[in-house]
């Protein structure tokens, strides 16, 4: 859960990381991943966003993340379930996978039957 610095019945204030930057370097699987939070104002009833503006940039090394446990939790069930890091990447790396064949795959082909080419 995000940091909630102040509450009330219909508004909230909150640090989100609303970029992350992967900077991965596949020789030695790490490099730096950059948080870049910022301060929310908003009201979560009406989804409307009063103010948001950039706050700090915090760095963390993938072999770190990577390397610790973290707790989830089902958005839906409120299910909890402690998950190790290195699925973190598994994850980022399947997804990129997945956006990448779709945007080059080629489109599929479609042809005719094959047929008696016309003959009487």
Sequence with gaps: MSPI???SNNNRVEMLATRIEVQWDFRNNDGPVLFNFDRVDWDPVANHVNSREYDRTIPARIQTLI???YTIIHP???EQEVVPG?????LIKAATDRVWEAAT????VVTAPLGDGGAT
Excluded: I
Excluded at 86 to 90: D, E, G, R, V
């Design 76 to 78: 839906v069930t409120g």
């Design 86 to 90: 290195w699925k973190l990447m598994a």
């Design 67 to 69: 390397g610790r446990e």
């Design 105 to 108: 795959s080629p489109p599929a």
């Design 5 to 7: 610095l102040s509450e």
